[in-house]
């Protein structure tokens, strides 16, 4: 009797390894998407939690209370996206390049009186913030650590453009 428990627990063992080794190959063939990602982590409290990961763009962004959530997708080459626009700001506002890896140049297409500028780290602290002095206008970089940074554009306080910023 023991024979037959015995035996029965080791097909079963067989039958998962193969299942699992077979469907991995399957899955490697058919070009499932992997993500090979630079970085990420999980953090998990009584109130919640959350994971990230760097190399996602920001498709979409839920906000509910004092929450904020953003969603992306993998892909191969991440360039910089503007993340938000919370006016109807008549003039363009573009930034370049991204990744960096001592500056970012943020070019108005108009007048740059009274726009400020705000860095963030991914923790949500303000690491610099400028008027704008010149068009366009350099931001240096270099002194701060590699990760994702958000650069805000303020007109008189109100908030016009967010851009996502890869700092190698």
């Keep these: 009797m023991k024979h037959t428990v015995k035996h029965k627990a080791i097909t079963l063992m067989l039958t998962v390894v193969i299942s ?3 469907i991995t190959l399957w899955a490697q063939e058919t070009g499932v ?3 090979l990602l630079s970085g990420g982590e999980y953090h998990q409290t ?3 939690s959350v994971s990230w990961s760097l190399g996602e763009t920001a498709i979409r962004t839920l906000a509910a209370g ?3 959530i953003t969603q992306g997708f993998q892909q191969s080459k991440l360039t910089i996206t503007a993340i938000d626009d919370e006016t109807d700001f008549p003039i363009g506002i573009t930034a370049y390049p991204n990744p960096t890896s001592s500056h970012v140049f943020i070019r108005v297409n108009g007048e740059v009186r009274n726009l400020r500028y705000e860095v963030y780290a991914a923790n ?3 690491v610099e913030e400028n008027l ?3 068009n366009p206008q350099k931001i240096i970089v270099d002194h701060l650590a590699p990760g994702v940074y958000l650069i ?3 007109l008189d ?3 016009v453009k967010t851009f996502k910023v890869v700092k190698n």
């Design 66 to 68: 004092g929450y904020i």
């Design 124 to 126: 949500g602290q303000r």
């Design 33 to 35: 998407q992997q993500a």
């Design 46 to 48: 009584h109130a919640g």
């Design 152 to 154: 805000r554009i303020r």
């Design 20 to 22: 699992t080794v077979s």
């Design 132 to 134: 704008f002095d010149s």
């Design 157 to 159: 306080n109100q908030l």
